[in-house]
């Protein structure tokens, strides 16, 4: 199992997953809505839900963003793609704490730490086509739409088109460019 190391945001602190996770998360996971996107539909129990998060046989890792307060924010989810060096991104944020700016600051950390501390070249989201907020969070971090695969897809919804966007460590750590001002030479 890879480690999933500790990290902080100004208002969160993404730790790895816990079993006493489930109870927060469950709430979002157990809603048709808040699970339209996953490529399963929801979840009927903590034992099905913990079952899923904890399978010995999936090799990724997950972060769980808490507040402040202790209380249960978001999941994060880093997995390993196609080469090394090159790894898949997630994320799901609690419902009753969605439209705070959890994932973009979260996401945002996360990218951080795997571009500058775990040497990653390239990162990759794979999003459902009708996933505005996902599509609109991975534009803003500098994400770049590589793919749009026509019904690429069938989940508990139904055939899905599918978008590949990806990440490149040099773009997202290059300086950016400074803003002058004044008459063109």
């Given amino acids: 199992m890879r480690r999933v190391p500790e990290l902080s945001t ?6 790895p997953l816990q079993e006493s996770d489930c109870a927060a998360l469950l709430p979002t996971l157990s809603d048709a809505d808040q699970c339209r996107f996953l490529t399963r539909p929801e979840f009927t129990s903590h034992e099905e839900l913990w079952g ?20 249960v924010a978001a999941r994060f989810v880093s997995v390993p793609a196609h080469e090394e060096g090159v ?9 009753h704490r969605q439209r705070e700016g959890v994932a973009r600051e979260c996401t945002e950390a996360l990218v951080r730490h795997l571009f500058e501390t775990d040497g990653l070249r390239k990162l990759t989201a794979e999003v459902d086509a009708e996933n505005t907020a996902s599509v609109r969070l991975l534009g ?4 770049t739409r590589e793919a749009y695969f026509r019904e690429h897809e069938t989940t508990h919804i139904g055939l899905r088109d599918v ?5 490149l460590a040099k773009d997202f750590l290059a300086p950016s460019e400074p803003v002058r ?3 063109r030479p």
Avoid: H, K, V
Wanted: proline share 2%; charged share 25%; hydrophobic share 45%.
């Fill in 140 to 143: 803003a971090l500098g994400f």
């Fill in 181 to 183: 001002f004044g008459r």
């Fill in 52 to 71: 899923w998060l904890a399978d010995p046989t999936w090799n990724g890792r997950t972060w769980i963003a808490e507040d402040g307060e202790g209380q």
């Fill in 10 to 15: 100004e208002r969160f602190i993404l730790r």
């Fill in 87 to 95: 790894e898949e991104i997630g994320y799901i944020t609690c419902a």
């Fill in 163 to 167: 978008m590949m966007y990806g990440l």
